[in-house]
């Protein structure tokens, strides 16, 4: 995906702080998963959403900001 390409380099070439946290995901559990992780540490999530060739914006996929499970889901069903 070429966004996750682009937050490792960023990641690499300017340093960790550059780039918020991220976990990518395929399906439904690792989501969930995602989701644990993140609520776990005290943390807020969001949720982007990518055709595999990064295709975002002229695709029109939805984004979820500030994240609930039942949004995500709607989306990720979508």
């Known amino acids: 995906m070429k966004k996750i390409e682009r937050f490792r380099w960023v990641q690499r070439n300017f340093g960790e702080e550059f780039v ?3 976990i990518l995901c395929s399906d ?14 005290g943390k807020t999530w969001g949720f982007r959403t990518d055709t595999r060739d990064g295709q975002t914006q002229g695709m029109l996929c939805p984004f979820l ?3 609930n ?3 995500a889901y709607k989306i990720w069903i979508e």
Do not use: H, M, V
């Open 20 to 22: 918020l946290p991220y």
């Open 28 to 41: 439904w559990q690792e989501i969930l998963n995602a989701i644990e992780k993140f609520e776990s540490r």
């Open 65 to 67: 900001f500030k994240g």
């Open 69 to 71: 499970t039942e949004d």
